[in-house]
């Protein structure tokens, strides 16, 4: 009973806290502050974490069974490790920002991308031809970097979803669904990939 009337105070504080920010993917929702992360969903792999002693949350990012946190002091990831996805590299240098998909987690840092975990679509393996990356989003088995040339995406690509179209205008920001991938620039939204339930058609009122 002390332990359930914690858990309800914990999660009072974090919702009545200026700096509260929610997350949410695969099977799991996230709310975290500065300092503390409550997750509830599914903890079939013990993603569902209650940890209050990070120092300086910056980032944080769910997966199918696992999550990433990213503070003042590295990253750390917890959940599902069975392709390696929460082993984190220690050549980290600097990060800042942190993505994660199905089975693969992805990490921008001083010194460009780097990743980790299932590579069976080569979608750890991080294309050379990298420019200045500015922020990386992961889909199921694919990953996508938005750079100083544009969007470049690489792993999965059976339903299309690395193949970027030739349009994009200074695209700002970049996200990822399980199998398709979207670029907001300065023309309103591009999609491509899996267009199940028109999930890739943008509504007209979405473009310039």
């Known amino acids: 009973m002390m332990r359930y009337l914690i858990g309800i105070l914990f999660f009072m504080a974090l919702t009545h806290t200026a700096h509260s920010r929610v997350v949410a993917g695969g099977h799991l929702t996230c709310q975290y502050d500065r300092k503390a992360v409550q997750c509830w969903g599914s903890n079939l792999y013990g993603q569902a974490i209650n940890i209050q002693s990070f120092s300086h949350i910056l980032d944080i990012s769910t997966g199918g069974g696992h999550l990433c946190v990213l503070d003042e002091d ?7 490790n069975a392709f390696g996805q929460t082993s984190v590299p220690k050549n980290l240098k600097n990060p800042k920002q942190i993505a994660v998909g199905a089975y693969h987690s992805c990490a921008l840092d001083g010194e460009g991308v780097k990743c980790w975990g299932n590579n069976e679509f080569d979608q750890i393996n991080i294309p050379k031809n990298l420019n200045n990356p500015k922020q990386i989003a992961l889909g199921l088995n694919h990953s996508c970097v938005l750079d100083e040339e544009g ?4 792993g999965n690509n059976g339903r299309g979803q ?17 199998y398709h991938s979207c670029a907001l620039d300065e023309e309103g939204d591009k999609c491509w990939g899996l267009d199940e339930d028109g999930k890739t058609m943008v509504p007209n009122n979405h473009k310039k």
């Open 151 to 154: 969007v470049k995406c690489w």
């Open 74 to 80: 590295g990253v750390w990831c917890f959940g599902d």
């Open 162 to 178: 690395t193949s970027v179209p030739k349009n994009p205008n200074n695209p700002k920001q970049i996200a990822m669904g399980t």
